[in-house]
């Protein structure tokens, strides 16, 4: 059996892919969900083989579900209208479809996701958001996290730093540490340059959490920032700090 | 090319003159100085052409330029010549004898040279123009298209027109009915005159909207219009509400994940048509920088345009409830 869920946050968008499906007997539409929150969910708990997704929704994005995913199971994007995100699609995506879309389109995506195989899909996730991620030119306002079964949005303003860990980053913000799947290189491109800056190898700092610059030992440069935490500076890192901070 | 040509006129002028037995020395130094005062009075032709560029009759003080210079050339050969004590005794006749042909070459060549930076001033110009005539007919494309876009809201047209797609099998008069309200609120908003309408008016266009909004998001969006009845038949620009509601219910259902509440409304307090539009957000996601969107900053820009103020328009954030606030000044 073929396990599919719909995620999207109109109800009748929702009742158009369930109509068209209904001509898959092979397929179970095992859950439809109206949020990205829903939708993480109902795939931890489903482990489906098919995805249809919708982009624009409240609170997370279709994209940044997908973030969230450990294994990525087969996506059909359907979508209103989102130039950038057409790109992407091609390829990561099984298909998308553009609304509204004939039933004939629809086929269409299911015989290519018919014959790709209902294998999950166990592609490199943040691999897939960079490439998504640099053909979106917005810069981030906010990073999701997963706790669990459970989504926490935070926005880059709460921030304090982030540092590397491992194959994570960790990001500090006044209400605690989180662990986002993703590199410090990645934050670095996508962060506003005028708000954070890369002060070393595996940290990068809210500019407005500095509160001074201390030398210690010899050559060797940290801040500390408002919370007292310190961070190290690198060599590279200095001229870089040197340059948003104006000195 | 400028410069090869004085160099070859200098070495000519210095054979001529050689020809006419003139000594060595002396022929050296007139053809030297000689071109180099056709150089500067070139240099002074070209460079004031630069600044004033003649139309029509007007090419005669071109003329009369040209010849002023060459003759103001020939004198200071003149007094050049007397300074270094060149063609005296019995050779003074010679430069006398040449000061016609002298003055007919600096004529000739500082003319020519006119001629030829007119040309190219004017080439360039009506480069430059033609570039700016380009980029202004991008400009006003772009623009053109910019405010097409926004009119047609695509993003909301698809989905309006996917649920219509939904609901033909399973409400064929919904879905009707829907057609209708999405062709006429595209009529109203494709509406071309700027003349002032009154709220009714507006509030019949706005609800077209929100009717197709609480199609596509069924239950998730309720509204509440609370209207004073003195306030029906004020003034306002057209259009003027329908971004800031937009904006509403963007940030309110894309903020939140239960069922969201809009609010307007509308009273009159003398001299303004005060109408007040709120929606429910999140302060923990959307953050100050970013909440005010593109609707909020076009709708104080069309504000400014028409009554020249910039306090007609006031937002405020409180209790997770954001409200904008227009106050629309009443001429009567």
């Known amino acids: ?247 | 090319m400028f410069l090869f040509l004085i160099a070859v006129f200098a070495s000519t002028q210095y054979y001529t003159l050689i020809i006419f037995h003139i000594d060595s020395k002396t022929a050296f130094q007139d053809s030297v100085i000689s071109n180099a005062t056709l150089v500067a009075c070139c240099w002074l032709i070209v460079n004031s052409l630069s600044f004033y560029r003649p139309k029509g009759y007007r090419y005669l003080f071109v003329i009369i330029w040209c010849k002023a210079l060459a003759a103001l050339g020939i004198y200071i050969l003149y007094l050049a010549f007397q300074h270094l004590q060149l063609y005296v005794g019995a050779n003074a006749y010679l430069f006398e004898l040449s000061v016609p042909v002298r003055f007919m070459f600096f004529l000739l060549f500082i003319g020519s040279m006119a001629v030829t930076s007119v040309l190219w001033y004017h080439q360039e110009e009506a480069k430059s123009i033609n570039l700016r005539k380009a980029e202004t007919e991008k400009l006003t494309k772009d623009m053109e298209l910019a405010s097409l876009r926004e009119k047609l809201q695509p993003h909301f047209l698809f989905n309006s027109l996917n649920s219509i797609s939904s609901l033909i099998l399973s409400q064929p008069t919904a879905a009707r009915k829907m057609v209708h309200q999405l062709s006429d609120f595209l009529r109203g908003t494709l509406r071309k005159d700027d003349a002032l309408t009154d709220l009714k008016q507006e509030l019949a266009h706005l609800n077209l909207y929100l009717e197709i909004e609480r199609m596509r998001f069924g239950n998730r969006l309720n509204t509440e219009i609370k209207v004073d009845d003195e306030a029906l038949a004020l003034n306002l620009p057209p259009m003027l509400l329908q971004p800031l509601v937009e904006n509403a219910i963007k940030f309110g259902l894309y903020d939140n994940l239960e069922a969201v509440k809009i609010q307007i409304s509308a009273s009159y307090k003398v001299p303004y048509l005060v109408v007040a539009i709120s929606n429910p957000f999140d302060a923990s996601t959307s953050h100050g920088n970013k909440g005010t969107g593109f609707g909020l900053a076009s709708t104080a820009r069309r504000l400014q345009l028409l009554y020249n103020r910039n306090d007609l328009l006031h937002t405020e954030r409180q209790n997770q409830q954001f409200t904008a606030t227009l106050k629309i000044p009443q001429n009567d």
Do not use: W
Request: proline share 4%; glycine share 4%.
């Open chain 1, 1 to 247: 059996m073929i396990k599919a869920i719909i995620i999207d946050d109109e109800p009748l968008a929702r009742d158009v892919i369930k109509s068209y499906l209904a001509d898959y007997p092979a397929i179970s539409l095992v859950e439809e969900c109206a949020n990205g929150f829903e939708g993480l969910k109902a795939i931890n708990q489903h482990q489906p083989n098919l995805v249809f997704l919708d982009i624009q929704m409240p609170k997370i994005t279709g994209f940044e579900l997908l973030e969230l995913l450990d294994t990525l199971p087969s996506i059909i994007f359907t979508t209103a209208f989102d130039e950038f995100a057409l790109k992407a699609f091609e390829a990561n995506a099984i298909d998308y479809l553009l609304k509204p879309f004939s039933e004939e389109r629809f086929q269409k995506a299911m015989d290519k996701f018919l014959a790709t195989g209902t294998d999950t899909h166990t592609q490199k996730i943040p691999q897939l958001v960079e490439q998504l991620s640099a053909q979106n030119p917005s810069q981030t306002e906010r990073v999701v996290i997963k706790l669990g079964n459970k989504i926490k949005v935070i926005s880059i303003y709460d921030i304090a730093y982030l540092s590397a860990d491992d194959d994570y980053v960790k990001i500090h913000t006044a209400e605690g540490e989180f662990l986002k799947n993703q590199t410090l290189a990645f934050f670095e491109k996508n962060l506003n340059p005028q708000l954070f800056v890369r002060v070393h190898r595996s940290f990068i700092v809210k500019i407005d959490q500095i509160t001074k610059i201390e030398s210690y030992e010899k050559d060797n440069l940290i801040l500390i920032l408002k919370s007292g935490e310190k961070i190290p500076i690198s060599k590279t890192g200095y001229p870089k700090l040197k340059a948003v901070l104006g000195i």
